[in-house]
């Protein structure tokens, strides 16, 4: 019996993203292995993977919600103390010594003071802060703590190949046998919702569009087309409203009347993908890539840069433009859009690439980098 303690650290937060969504999926399957005793104290979250996960319903934070949105005189039990108490609460297990193996779910350092003798190993998803610092210059902590976490860590896993490279690359001091790669996977929500407002024709961006993510650059490449198809459309999903830079963008080029922003639940994600003629992923640097994966689920093609882990993901299934290169971006967006038959064989490649990549798969490679660990401990 192998006994897991992970700690709630991106559970206090992120409310959604791929690291909280990786360890959700983890810990759901974690729990269903006979040969694992799981703890995972998370006495309070606005997580929705965590709140749509099996361990809501017999969680701390469920069966005392009344309370906890409530609760007047119970100040112990409102959000913005729970949230402290998530850290508190897991240094008491470490301190109890009654785990085998920790496993921090982000670079917060905490734990170290209370591990003792006791193994972790560390999940690096990207060394974006490390390859691109001009963007996280108010954020000097990740870097000095994740580069911590990777020389103290008995095992790391890195989500691709190109992460692996991009540790080993950046510290070279770090032996290439520490590390492990474990692709991550995608999993849409079981409840579909169909979101409303949708046009009839759009392309598809989703998440997050600051700094490296590059849309900036994506409008500028595909403003030309706005005026050239009449019925194109381009639908944000998440990333929540315009501001006023972006508006001014949009403006500039005479196409605000042909751009959505629309936040999402979890269970109207898929809709949005099935229902566009592409999505396009313009990032400069990713660790994986989910959005990848869900996207070829749905069968919406994906355009995306030949560049960090990209290739490595998407396969023969992508289809690829030079970082940064305008006209090359706009001709593939053109094409896509225009052919049909275009569309459909790349739905069809997307498809056959989904499969080599599932959660289970993840979590079954992740369990054997667990005992690695251990049995070199």
Known sequence: MMRLLIDPQIF???E????SRYFTELCVRFKEEEDIDLHFPVLYTDNIYYLNSSFYPTSYQNKNKFLIRYGTLFRAFLPRKLKKKNKEHSIKLLQQQSFDLFVPTYYDPYFLLHLKQKPFVLTVHDMIHELYP???EDDPDTMHNKKQLIFEAKRIIAVSENTKNDILSIYPEISEDKIDVVHLAHQFSDSVAVPIGLPSHYIL?????SLYKNFTFFITAISQLFHQFNDLHLVCAGGNEFDEGELSLFEEFGISSRIIQQNFKDSELKAYYENARCFVFPSEYEGFGIPILEAMSAGCPVILTNNSSFPEIAGDAGIYFELNDHADLRQKVSEI????DLRAEYQEKGHLQTQNFT????ASETIKVYHKALSKF
């Open 12 to 14: 206090t937060t992120q």
């Open 16 to 19: 959604f993203g791929g690291i």
């Open 337 to 340: 859009w225009n052919n049909g």
């Open 134 to 136: 001009q963007y996280f």
């Open 205 to 209: 961006f989703v998440g997050n569009r």
């Open 359 to 362: 959660w289970e798969k993840t």
